[in-house]
């Protein structure tokens, strides 16, 4: 596929980690102003010629990040999921700090607030993503850092 900037949802990316090797992502929302809801999948990938078909469960990371690495071709595009369901990928709820207290933020599929209420951290269960919208070097290097302890790749 490798056509640089030119990504919809169920896209299948990579992100080239700071050390060596890359990881695969997976376009799951995107929206007309620059953000996606990506998620990324182990292992770490040798060489830029693997894909693999992702499964949500097997998610290591997700998070609303600027499409910039994408746009750019920083991180290429290998392929699509033919079979690209919003049902299979649903987004999760995402948290963020207000001073001190958690607000629980919902988005529609377009990347649109669809709630934000105050909740009480003993209603969170942990598997929020933090709301903050990421950029793609502080991607690679969360990657990274994920993955730092998979020296020798697996494929």
Known sequence: MNSIGKYTNGTLFLVPLKDFGFVQG??????????????????RLRNNRTQMLPVAETSVFCGRV????????????????????????????????????????????????VSDCIAAREDLTGTECDDGLMGHGFVEIKLTRLFENEKEGSL
């Open 26 to 43: 997976l376009v799951c929302r995107h929206n007309a102003k620059g953000t996606v809801f990506a998620r990324f999948f182990p292992p």
């Open 66 to 113: 600027g499409d910039l690495g994408l746009r750019t071709g920083a991180w290429p595009i290998i392929g699509r999921l033919s079979d690209f369901d919003f049902e299979k990928w649903p987004l999760p709820k995402f948290v963020r700090l207000a001073g001190n207290v958690p607000h629980v933020v919902t988005y529609d599929d377009q990347l649109k607030i």
